[in-house]
Protein backbone atom coordinates (compact mmCIF):
# COMPACT_ATOMS: atom_id res chain seq x y z
CA UNK A 1 0.00 0.00 0.00
CA UNK A 2 2.91 2.09 0.84
CA UNK A 3 4.74 1.33 -2.41
CA UNK A 4 0.99 2.49 -4.65
CA UNK A 5 0.81 5.75 -2.65
CA UNK A 6 4.32 6.62 -3.33
CA UNK A 7 4.39 5.89 -7.44
CA UNK A 8 0.73 7.60 -7.00
CA UNK A 9 2.75 10.76 -5.04
CA UNK A 10 5.64 10.55 -8.27
CA UNK A 11 3.09 10.78 -10.93
CA UNK A 12 1.39 13.74 -9.56
CA UNK A 13 4.75 15.19 -9.21
CA UNK A 14 5.27 18.12 -12.09
CA UNK A 15 8.61 18.24 -13.27
CA UNK A 16 7.99 20.40 -16.30
CA UNK A 17 5.87 23.49 -17.49
CA UNK A 18 5.85 25.50 -20.59
CA UNK A 19 4.19 29.21 -20.02
CA UNK A 20 2.93 32.13 -22.59
CA UNK A 21 2.26 35.33 -21.21
CA UNK A 22 1.02 38.02 -23.96
CA UNK A 23 1.56 41.51 -25.11
CA UNK A 24 -0.39 44.45 -23.91
CA UNK A 25 -1.79 46.90 -25.96
CA UNK A 26 -3.12 49.83 -24.40
CA UNK A 27 -6.60 51.14 -25.45
CA UNK A 28 -7.03 53.89 -23.13
CA UNK A 29 -5.24 55.39 -20.37
CA UNK A 30 -1.79 54.11 -20.39
CA UNK A 31 0.13 56.95 -19.15
CA UNK A 32 -2.45 56.82 -16.08
CA UNK A 33 -2.63 53.46 -14.34
CA UNK A 34 0.21 54.31 -12.05
CA UNK A 35 -1.23 56.87 -10.17
CA UNK A 36 -4.64 55.05 -9.32
CA UNK A 37 -6.35 56.06 -12.16
CA UNK A 38 -8.34 53.43 -14.33
CA UNK A 39 -7.27 51.81 -18.07
CA UNK A 40 -8.20 49.73 -20.52
CA UNK A 41 -6.02 47.19 -22.45
CA UNK A 42 -5.89 44.53 -24.60
CA UNK A 43 -3.79 41.43 -24.87
CA UNK A 44 -2.77 40.12 -28.29
CA UNK A 45 -0.97 37.35 -29.46
CA UNK A 46 2.53 38.19 -29.47
CA UNK A 47 4.57 36.15 -26.98
CA UNK A 48 6.76 35.65 -23.85
CA UNK A 49 7.50 31.58 -23.95
CA UNK A 50 9.56 30.18 -20.60
CA UNK A 51 9.98 26.80 -20.18
CA UNK A 52 11.09 25.94 -16.37
CA UNK A 53 11.82 22.04 -15.44
CA UNK A 54 13.40 20.54 -12.59
CA UNK A 55 16.66 19.41 -11.92
CA UNK A 56 18.49 16.82 -9.01
CA UNK A 57 20.43 19.51 -7.63
CA UNK A 58 19.85 22.82 -5.91
CA UNK A 59 21.59 25.24 -9.18
CA UNK A 60 19.17 27.20 -11.46
CA UNK A 61 20.40 27.36 -15.00
CA UNK A 62 19.49 30.00 -17.45
CA UNK A 63 19.21 30.13 -21.02
CA UNK A 64 18.21 32.99 -23.12
CA UNK A 65 19.04 34.40 -26.48
CA UNK A 66 22.92 34.01 -26.42
CA UNK A 67 23.23 33.29 -22.88
CA UNK A 68 23.81 30.26 -20.94
CA UNK A 69 24.73 29.88 -17.32
CA UNK A 70 24.44 29.33 -13.86
CA UNK A 71 22.91 32.18 -11.43
CA UNK A 72 23.16 32.48 -7.98
CA UNK A 73 19.60 33.32 -6.03
CA UNK A 74 21.84 35.32 -3.61
CA UNK A 75 23.73 37.72 -5.97
CA UNK A 76 23.11 41.15 -4.85
CA UNK A 77 20.05 42.82 -6.33
CA UNK A 78 21.97 45.97 -7.82
CA UNK A 79 24.25 43.90 -10.24
CA UNK A 80 21.11 41.58 -11.35
CA UNK A 81 19.62 41.73 -14.69
CA UNK A 82 15.34 41.67 -15.17
CA UNK A 83 15.56 38.41 -15.45
CA UNK A 84 17.23 38.02 -12.23
CA UNK A 85 15.82 39.96 -9.86
CA UNK A 86 12.15 37.56 -11.23
CA UNK A 87 14.32 34.83 -10.31
CA UNK A 88 15.19 35.93 -7.11
CA UNK A 89 11.34 37.37 -6.48
CA UNK A 90 9.86 33.60 -6.79
CA UNK A 91 13.02 32.54 -4.40
CA UNK A 92 13.13 28.83 -5.49
CA UNK A 93 16.26 26.68 -6.68
CA UNK A 94 16.85 23.45 -8.42
CA UNK A 95 15.38 23.97 -12.04
CA UNK A 96 16.39 24.99 -15.63
CA UNK A 97 14.82 27.94 -17.45
CA UNK A 98 14.93 29.10 -21.00
CA UNK A 99 12.98 31.78 -22.46
CA UNK A 100 12.25 33.37 -26.12
CA UNK A 101 9.90 36.46 -26.66
CA UNK A 102 8.18 37.84 -30.31
CA UNK A 103 7.72 40.65 -28.78
CA UNK A 104 9.85 43.59 -29.72
CA UNK A 105 12.41 44.57 -26.96
CA UNK A 106 11.48 48.34 -25.34
CA UNK A 107 8.64 48.72 -27.89
CA UNK A 108 6.15 49.45 -25.50
CA UNK A 109 4.26 46.75 -25.37
CA UNK A 110 4.58 45.31 -22.14
CA UNK A 111 7.76 43.01 -22.77
CA UNK A 112 9.25 42.92 -19.41
CA UNK A 113 6.17 42.74 -17.37
CA UNK A 114 4.91 39.45 -20.06
CA UNK A 115 8.32 37.84 -18.97
CA UNK A 116 8.13 38.94 -15.19
CA UNK A 117 4.27 36.71 -15.58
CA UNK A 118 5.72 33.96 -17.61
CA UNK A 119 8.44 33.01 -15.67
CA UNK A 120 6.91 33.73 -12.19
CA UNK A 121 3.79 31.55 -13.29
CA UNK A 122 5.64 28.77 -14.77
CA UNK A 123 7.63 28.64 -11.06
CA UNK A 124 4.30 28.77 -9.43
CA UNK A 125 3.23 25.99 -11.08
CA UNK A 126 6.29 24.18 -11.02
CA UNK A 127 7.00 24.47 -7.16
CA UNK A 128 2.77 24.20 -6.43
CA UNK A 129 2.90 28.13 -4.60
CA UNK A 130 -0.48 28.28 -5.66
CA UNK A 131 -0.63 32.02 -6.00
CA UNK A 132 -4.03 33.73 -7.52
CA UNK A 133 -4.21 35.39 -10.53
CA UNK A 134 -3.94 38.61 -8.55
CA UNK A 135 -1.14 37.65 -6.67
CA UNK A 136 1.14 36.73 -10.04
CA UNK A 137 0.32 40.14 -11.26
CA UNK A 138 1.10 41.70 -8.33
CA UNK A 139 4.14 40.14 -7.62
CA UNK A 140 5.02 40.50 -11.17
CA UNK A 141 4.72 44.46 -10.98
CA UNK A 142 6.31 44.85 -7.86
CA UNK A 143 9.96 43.08 -9.51
CA UNK A 144 9.27 46.21 -11.58
CA UNK A 145 8.66 49.32 -9.05
CA UNK A 146 10.60 47.53 -5.87
CA UNK A 147 13.68 45.79 -7.06
CA UNK A 148 13.99 47.26 -10.49
CA UNK A 149 13.17 50.51 -8.79
CA UNK A 150 11.44 51.72 -11.75
CA UNK A 151 7.82 54.14 -12.18
CA UNK A 152 5.24 51.46 -13.84
CA UNK A 153 1.83 51.06 -12.92
CA UNK A 154 -0.32 47.56 -13.16
CA UNK A 155 -2.00 47.45 -16.18
CA UNK A 156 0.72 45.48 -18.03
CA UNK A 157 1.10 42.55 -15.42
CA UNK A 158 -2.63 42.58 -14.64
CA UNK A 159 -3.06 42.31 -18.71
CA UNK A 160 -0.74 39.51 -19.18
CA UNK A 161 -2.11 37.58 -16.60
CA UNK A 162 -5.91 37.97 -17.28
CA UNK A 163 -5.56 38.46 -21.07
CA UNK A 164 -8.50 39.57 -23.14
CA UNK A 165 -10.09 43.26 -22.88
CA UNK A 166 -9.19 44.27 -19.83
CA UNK A 167 -11.30 47.00 -17.57
CA UNK A 168 -9.25 47.72 -14.42
CA UNK A 169 -9.50 50.04 -11.80
CA UNK A 170 -6.40 50.94 -9.43
CA UNK A 171 -8.45 52.97 -7.34
CA UNK A 172 -5.96 53.25 -3.92
CA UNK A 173 -3.18 51.81 -5.30
CA UNK A 174 0.74 53.18 -5.73
CA UNK A 175 3.18 50.10 -5.65
CA UNK A 176 3.03 49.94 -1.97
CA UNK A 177 3.49 46.28 -0.44
CA UNK A 178 1.29 44.07 -1.71
CA UNK A 179 -0.16 43.53 1.99
CA UNK A 180 -1.12 47.41 2.26
CA UNK A 181 -3.25 48.20 -0.33
CA UNK A 182 -6.12 46.49 -2.55
CA UNK A 183 -5.74 43.98 -5.51
CA UNK A 184 -7.02 45.58 -8.93
CA UNK A 185 -10.21 45.49 -10.11
CA UNK A 186 -10.92 43.84 -13.35
CA UNK A 187 -13.85 43.70 -15.46
CA UNK A 188 -13.39 40.90 -18.75
CA UNK A 189 -14.62 42.71 -21.92
CA UNK A 190 -13.02 40.73 -24.26
CA UNK A 191 -16.51 38.68 -25.76
CA UNK A 192 -17.54 42.27 -26.11
CA UNK A 193 -14.94 43.63 -27.76
CA UNK A 194 -14.36 40.38 -30.25
CA UNK A 195 -18.04 40.70 -31.35
CA UNK A 196 -18.98 43.92 -31.22
CA UNK A 197 -15.96 46.29 -32.22
CA UNK A 198 -13.88 43.45 -33.78
CA UNK A 199 -10.89 45.73 -35.54
CA UNK A 200 -8.37 44.49 -37.70
CA UNK A 201 -5.07 45.63 -35.95
CA UNK A 202 -1.78 46.06 -37.10
CA UNK A 203 1.41 46.91 -34.85
CA UNK A 204 4.04 48.87 -36.29
CA UNK A 205 7.53 49.52 -34.10
CA UNK A 206 9.31 52.68 -35.49
CA UNK A 207 13.02 51.59 -34.26
CA UNK A 208 13.13 54.38 -31.23
CA UNK A 209 13.57 52.29 -28.20
CA UNK A 210 12.30 54.02 -25.27
CA UNK A 211 13.18 54.24 -21.93
CA UNK A 212 9.53 53.70 -19.85
CA UNK A 213 11.20 54.41 -16.66
CA UNK A 214 12.56 57.46 -17.79
CA UNK A 215 9.28 58.74 -19.22
CA UNK A 216 7.51 57.76 -16.20
CA UNK A 217 9.25 59.36 -13.93
CA UNK A 218 9.32 62.53 -15.87
CA UNK A 219 5.49 62.42 -15.69
CA UNK A 220 4.85 61.42 -12.64
CA UNK A 221 7.19 64.78 -11.50
CA UNK A 222 4.99 66.81 -13.31
CA UNK A 223 1.96 65.24 -11.72
CA UNK A 224 3.29 65.42 -8.04
CA UNK A 225 4.60 68.70 -8.29
CA UNK A 226 0.81 70.18 -8.82
CA UNK A 227 1.27 70.52 -12.27
CA UNK A 228 -2.70 71.64 -13.43
CA UNK A 229 -2.64 70.41 -16.91
CA UNK A 230 -0.89 67.52 -16.63
CA UNK A 231 -3.85 66.44 -13.81
CA UNK A 232 -6.04 67.28 -15.48
CA UNK A 233 -5.36 65.10 -19.04
CA UNK A 234 -5.00 62.85 -16.08
CA UNK A 235 -8.66 63.17 -15.05
CA UNK A 236 -9.75 63.41 -18.42
CA UNK A 237 -8.02 60.13 -19.23
CA UNK A 238 -9.52 58.16 -16.62
CA UNK A 239 -12.57 59.68 -17.88
CA UNK A 240 -12.16 58.33 -21.43
CA UNK A 241 -11.10 54.73 -20.25
CA UNK A 242 -14.33 54.55 -18.06
CA UNK A 243 -16.28 56.05 -21.13
CA UNK A 244 -14.64 53.10 -23.57
CA UNK A 245 -16.22 50.04 -21.49
CA UNK A 246 -19.43 51.58 -22.61
CA UNK A 247 -18.56 51.73 -26.03
CA UNK A 248 -17.27 48.40 -26.11
CA UNK A 249 -20.28 47.15 -24.73
CA UNK A 250 -22.87 49.01 -26.88
CA UNK A 251 -20.67 48.37 -29.52
CA UNK A 252 -19.98 52.15 -30.41
CA UNK A 253 -17.51 51.28 -32.83
CA UNK A 254 -17.44 55.56 -33.79
CA UNK A 255 -16.94 56.51 -30.57
CA UNK A 256 -13.79 53.78 -29.66
CA UNK A 257 -12.10 55.33 -32.41
CA UNK A 258 -12.52 58.48 -31.13
CA UNK A 259 -11.39 57.88 -27.92
CA UNK A 260 -8.45 56.32 -29.28
CA UNK A 261 -7.38 58.95 -30.90
CA UNK A 262 -7.89 61.46 -28.23
CA UNK A 263 -5.62 59.31 -26.27
CA UNK A 264 -3.12 59.84 -29.04
CA UNK A 265 -3.74 63.49 -28.64
CA UNK A 266 -2.72 63.31 -24.80
CA UNK A 267 0.30 61.32 -25.46
CA UNK A 268 1.25 64.12 -27.89
CA UNK A 269 0.66 66.63 -25.64
CA UNK A 270 2.51 64.46 -22.59
CA UNK A 271 5.79 64.75 -25.45
CA UNK A 272 5.24 60.69 -25.75
CA UNK A 273 4.85 60.77 -29.72
CA UNK A 274 8.36 60.75 -31.71
CA UNK A 275 8.63 61.92 -35.15
CA UNK A 276 8.71 58.20 -36.10
CA UNK A 277 5.30 57.16 -34.00
CA UNK A 278 3.94 60.59 -35.91
CA UNK A 279 4.81 59.38 -39.38
CA UNK A 280 3.48 55.55 -38.88
CA UNK A 281 -0.27 57.17 -37.94
CA UNK A 282 -0.18 59.93 -41.03
CA UNK A 283 0.66 56.88 -43.40
CA UNK A 284 -1.99 54.57 -41.93
CA UNK A 285 -4.79 57.13 -41.36
CA UNK A 286 -4.01 58.68 -44.88
CA UNK A 287 -4.80 55.10 -46.41
CA UNK A 288 -7.70 54.09 -44.29
CA UNK A 289 -7.18 53.61 -40.37
CA UNK A 290 -10.07 54.79 -38.35
CA UNK A 291 -7.55 55.22 -35.06
CA UNK A 292 -3.59 54.85 -33.98
CA UNK A 293 -1.51 55.79 -30.94
CA UNK A 294 1.31 54.79 -29.17
CA UNK A 295 1.31 52.13 -27.02
CA UNK A 296 3.08 52.17 -23.21
CA UNK A 297 4.77 54.64 -22.23
CA UNK A 298 5.05 56.31 -25.57
CA UNK A 299 7.98 57.02 -28.20
CA UNK A 300 8.01 53.02 -29.46
CA UNK A 301 5.14 50.93 -31.23
CA UNK A 302 1.88 52.09 -32.55
CA UNK A 303 -0.91 50.59 -32.51
CA UNK A 304 -3.46 50.86 -36.05
CA UNK A 305 -6.95 49.68 -35.82
CA UNK A 306 -9.27 49.15 -38.98
CA UNK A 307 -12.75 48.36 -39.94
CA UNK A 308 -12.02 47.39 -43.25
CA UNK A 309 -8.93 44.68 -44.00
CA UNK A 310 -8.17 45.95 -47.39
CA UNK A 311 -7.69 49.47 -45.92
CA UNK A 312 -5.21 47.54 -43.17
CA UNK A 313 -3.44 45.56 -46.15
CA UNK A 314 -2.89 49.01 -48.22
CA UNK A 315 -1.53 50.70 -45.19
CA UNK A 316 0.85 47.80 -44.30
CA UNK A 317 2.42 48.09 -47.97
CA UNK A 318 2.66 51.47 -47.34
CA UNK A 319 4.08 51.56 -43.57
CA UNK A 320 6.72 49.00 -45.16
CA UNK A 321 8.06 51.11 -47.11
CA UNK A 322 9.08 53.88 -44.22
CA UNK A 323 12.89 53.31 -43.68
CA UNK A 324 13.04 53.04 -40.23
CA UNK A 325 10.05 50.47 -39.42
CA UNK A 326 11.48 47.34 -38.19
CA UNK A 327 8.60 45.21 -37.49
CA UNK A 328 5.59 45.04 -38.60
CA UNK A 329 2.75 43.35 -37.95
CA UNK A 330 -1.30 41.86 -37.62
CA UNK A 331 -2.29 40.41 -34.21
CA UNK A 332 -5.26 39.84 -32.38
CA UNK A 333 -7.11 40.03 -28.92
CA UNK A 334 -5.46 36.77 -26.58
CA UNK A 335 -6.27 35.07 -23.58
CA UNK A 336 -3.93 35.51 -20.68
CA UNK A 337 -1.63 33.62 -19.44
CA UNK A 338 -1.13 29.98 -20.40
CA UNK A 339 0.12 27.06 -18.59
CA UNK A 340 1.22 23.59 -19.61
CA UNK A 341 2.73 20.82 -17.40
CA UNK A 342 4.06 17.68 -17.87
Not at 147 to 163: I, K, L, P, R, W
Not at 247 to 265: A, L, M, S, W
Request: glycine share 6%.
Amino acid sequence: MKNLLKINRQKKEIKHVTSFAPARVDLSSGAADWCGFSTLSMAVNLFVKVKVSKRNDSKIFLKYEKNQYFFDINKPKKACSFVELVIKKANKIGYNLEFSSDIPRQSGLGGSASLAVAILGAINKLFKLNWSKYELAEIAQRVETHDNESVQGYQDQYTAVFGGALMMDFKYKASKEIKDEPYGTTEQLGNYFAKKIKPYILIVDGNKPHSSKTLNENLQKQYLSGDKEVKKLMLELDNLSREMKTTIVNGNKKRFYEIVNRNQDIMKIFGRSNINCDKIIDTAIKHGANAGKCVGAGNGAVALFFDNYDDLKTSKLSISKLNFVTFIKEVKISKGLLIKKK
